[in-house]
């Protein structure tokens, strides 16, 4: 089955002057792997990426962004007609509520930065979504992943997430390795890994396409 998918991946920077920003580890490699892993399988892939050092995945449509707020809009722009959206993009959940103009200047001094929630993507685009579109989301935990993760799943009116720990040595931050825990509706579970983030990313995808299979032959 050619499906259309879109995949956001990497972080996202929030600016509080020009030149500094909060964000996170996360260096795109999963969301990077799953989209060459959709164009292997004969999909369409656009991938709406954050800052990340990683070279371009050979035949997708690439949308390099900065912050939440430029990831959500052109996410919003591209998932009319996808198929699949596959959310591994670890988006800032906060933001600076005001960002100078200029280059703060230091004065020895200490400084407080007033943050606030960056609205959530994902959510928003599963109020918008048709029937017919499956949604996934990342869950990255580093406590009791499951349960996190499926609360997630409800909450975030997704059709499939993918929990992993980020917790210690098990961490998936950066590294090439992941063990993802699938958590669907109607109680499914499917363990993938530890394994190369390549590797992983092929069974991801291979298990979307059969849940979309199921989906549309019921
Ligand atoms: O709540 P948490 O950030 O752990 O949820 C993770 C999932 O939600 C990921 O799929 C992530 O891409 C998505 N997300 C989002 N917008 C945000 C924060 C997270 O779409 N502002």
Same mark, same amino acid.
């Given at each position: 089955?050619?499906?259309?998918?879109?995949?956001?991946?990497?972080?996202?920077?929030?600016?509080?002057?020009?030149?500094?920003?909060?964000?996170?580890?996360?260096? !795109?490699? /999963?969301? +990077?792997?799953?989209? =060459? =892993?959709?164009?292997?399988?004969?999909?369409?892939? &656009?991938?709406?990426? !954050?800052?990340?050092?990683?070279?371009?995945?050979?035949?997708? /449509?690439?949308?390099?962004?900065? #912050?939440?707020?430029?990831?959500?809009?052109?996410?919003?722009?591209? +998932?009319?007609?996808?198929?699949?959206?596959?959310? #591994?993009?670890?988006?800032?959940?906060?933001?600076? =509520?005001?960002?100078?103009?200029?280059?703060?200047?230091?004065? *020895?001094?200490?400084? #407080?930065?007033?943050?606030?929630?960056?609205?959530?993507?994902?959510?928003?685009?599963?109020? @918008?979504?048709?029937?017919?579109?499956?949604?996934? !989301?990342?869950?990255? @935990? #580093?406590?009791?992943?499951?349960?996190?993760?499926?609360?997630?799943?409800?909450?975030? *009116?997704? &059709?499939?997430?993918?929990?992993?720990?980020?917790?210690?040595?098990?961490?998936?931050?950066?590294?090439?390795?992941?063990?993802?825990?699938?958590? *669907?509706?109607? *109680?499914?579970?499917?363990?993938? !890994?530890?394994?190369?983030?390549?590797?992983?990313?092929?069974?991801?995808? &291979?298990?979307?396409?059969?849940?979309?299979?199921?989906?549309?032959?019921?």
């Amino acid at each position: 089955m050619s499906l259309r998918c879109l995949i956001t991946a990497g972080p996202t920077r929030e600016f509080f002057d020009p030149v500094r920003f909060i964000s996170n580890p996360s260096t !795109g490699k /999963m969301g +990077f792997a799953l989209a =060459a =892993a959709a164009k292997e399988a004969g999909w369409t892939v &656009d991938l709406v990426a !954050g800052p990340v050092s990683l070279p371009e995945p050979a035949g997708v /449509m690439y949308y390099p962004v900065v #912050t939440a707020a430029e990831m959500h809009r052109q996410a919003d722009a591209l +998932f009319g007609p996808c198929d699949v959206l596959i959310m #591994t993009a670890a988006v800032s959940d906060w933001r600076p =509520a005001k960002a100078a103009p200029q280059k703060l200047k230091k004065d *020895g001094q200490g400084m #407080t930065v007033a943050l606030e929630p960056v609205p959530d993507i994902v959510s928003a685009l599963a109020e @918008e979504r048709r029937a017919d579109q499956f949604l996934v !989301g990342f869950a990255a @935990e #580093t406590e009791d992943v499951e349960a996190n993760a499926l609360d997630k799943l409800e909450r975030k *009116g997704l &059709d499939l997430i993918a929990a992993n720990s980020v917790a210690g040595a098990e961490g998936a931050f950066g590294s090439d390795d992941n063990k993802l825990i699938l958590l *669907g509706r109607n *109680g499914f579970r499917e363990v993938l !890994g530890p394994a190369p983030k390549a590797v992983v990313a092929r069974q991801l995808i &291979d298990a979307i396409a059969r849940l979309v299979a199921a989906r549309a032959a019921s």
